[in-house]
């Protein structure tokens, strides 16, 4: 269903383009030619990723695997097209420059919010996407820890060994059904986490599906997204052409909500608390 959403989209991203520049005049979206035109494309989509994921060595494998909550889903389209036209994030509480900015005390003191657990997302926040998290970021999640701040890992990519590390330091990692920006997931990977929602944040770089924990968890904290080239070869076919779009789409709504928003705290406001 991931595919059939997806180009779905691309059809309306594409009718929308033809109406605003009028080099097509007269036409209506899903005609049956149209129609014929998704399913051949679906088709196509799925024959080419089985041959591309028979093809991969082990690793690639695994990481495939590690993908399954990840995709185009109605929710996140919904939620888009909601951030794009208009609707506000009137509830989050900071836009930090980096993961390693998240000052548990500062922020529960320019807040006045309990902050005893945080939820983090992994790729583009706490790790670039599909890599390992980097050194000081595990030892940022060791830091809260020890200062008796329970961590979860809440992110749209499953079961995956890049986070060993943080198993091993007794982090819950949500392995449910229910992918962001679902409510229901936030709450089940409290729930999974013994974590009481109304006292944990959600740590994430993407207002379109971390940015659903508003309203929802007691505080959202959104990081500028570590954003390096991605290794396009490792990618399966539906995430190369998904990502750009993804990014895109981020940006949009990271750029109406997030930056000049002067009611977020922000890296500046957390490194000059003290004073
Ligand atoms: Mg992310």
Redesign the pocket.
Known sequence: MDELFFILFLLLIFDLLHSITGSVSGHTFLTGGRLCVIFRLLGFVKIYNKNHMESRREDDMALSQETDREGVSLEKFLRSAKLILGDKIDGADAFLDRFTDFDVEALRDLTRKRLLSVLV?????IAPIYSAIPDANLAHVEGMLSFGVGVGVY?NCKGMDRLAPLREMGVQIYSGKFAKPSSKGFLEACANAGFDPRSTWMI???PI??GGAVGVLEGMAFVR?IDPPVEMGRLTLRKAISLPFSRCLRGIATGLHLEDNDRLVTSYDVHNWRD
């Not at 997302?121 to 926040?125: A, H, I």
Request: aromatic letters at 0%; hydrophobic letters at 10%.
């Open positions: 997302d992994v790729d583009d926040c992110s994430g770089d993407n599906t971390d997204p």
